[in-house]
């Protein structure tokens, strides 16, 4: 069946330091990739996502990159700020399964002023 | 941007009570799925429902489990007879369109079975 590996937290970085979120995943044919970000109190939220090899997802500065060859989406921030805080969660989805997200195990990650 | 409510925020019961869970998906959408998450666990795919049937559902998901559009706006998870593992956060999706694959989750629901 479907699995993803995330990198285990928690993640402590100070301002302005590079992040990287590794993530891998195991799954049967052509699957799209996520990253969901949750902050204190709220619900997940979709920070990017890939649907095909190579692709490049990106938003608010975040980037990941549907690698097949290595079956990764390792989610990358040149410059973390203290509103980065969050926990962060690598997911994909096969299009044959109504789809059903299956999900890493969340990495929390800190960033400190 | 709009927003899926669940309610309650926390909910505590005593183990063989029955539970609902509530959720308020996004208004024009039609797909409605619940997660839920065991402290220090993975989130786990419980069910997923589209014009108004179950279209698949996991091993967690028996007979313990329902789930029902009531009324057309709620989205209801009904647990009969809880158990101490049942004890997790229960978080609500809905999905407007399967072409962009965007499921917007509510902020959940924290079940302590006592």
């Known amino acids: 069946g479907n699995s993803v590996t995330q990198m285990e937290g928690p993640v402590t970085l100070s301002e302005e330091a590079f992040l990287t979120i590794n993530c891998t995943y195991t799954?049967?044919?052509?699957?799209?990739l996520f990253w969901y970000v949750q902050y204190p109190g709220e619900g997940l939220q979709l920070l990017l996502k890939a649907t095909k090899a190579d692709d490049k997802g990106s938003n608010k500065g975040f980037e990941a990159t549907y690698r097949k060859e290595t079956t990764s989406f390792h989610l990358e921030k040149g410059s973390v700020q203290v509103s980065d805080s969050a926990v962060y969660f690598c997911a994909l989805s096969d299009p044959g399964s109504a789809r059903q997200l299956t999900f890493g195990s969340g990495t929390q990650l800190t960033v400190l002023p | 941007e709009p927003e899926v409510t669940q309610t309650p925020s926390h909910q505590v019961t005593q183990m063989g009570q029955e539970v609902i869970l509530r959720c308020v998906p996004i208004s024009n959408h039609l797909y409605f799925y619940w997660y839920r998450q065991i402290l220090g666990q993975k989130v786990e795919f419980l069910v997923s429902f589209y014009n108004n049937e179950i279209s698949e559902k996991s091993e967690i998901f028996d007979d313990q489990f329902s789930v029902e559009r009531p009324d057309g706006s709620n989205f209801t998870l009904k647990i009969r007879s809880t158990k101490l593992e049942d004890s997790a956060m229960y978080f609500c999706?809905?999905?407007?369109?399967?072409?962009?694959?965007?499921?917007?989750f509510g902020s959940g629901t924290q079940l302590s079975v006592l």
């Open positions: 999706a809905s999905m407007g369109s399967p072409t962009n694959e965007k499921l917007f």
């Open positions: 799954a049967t044919g052509y699957p799209s």
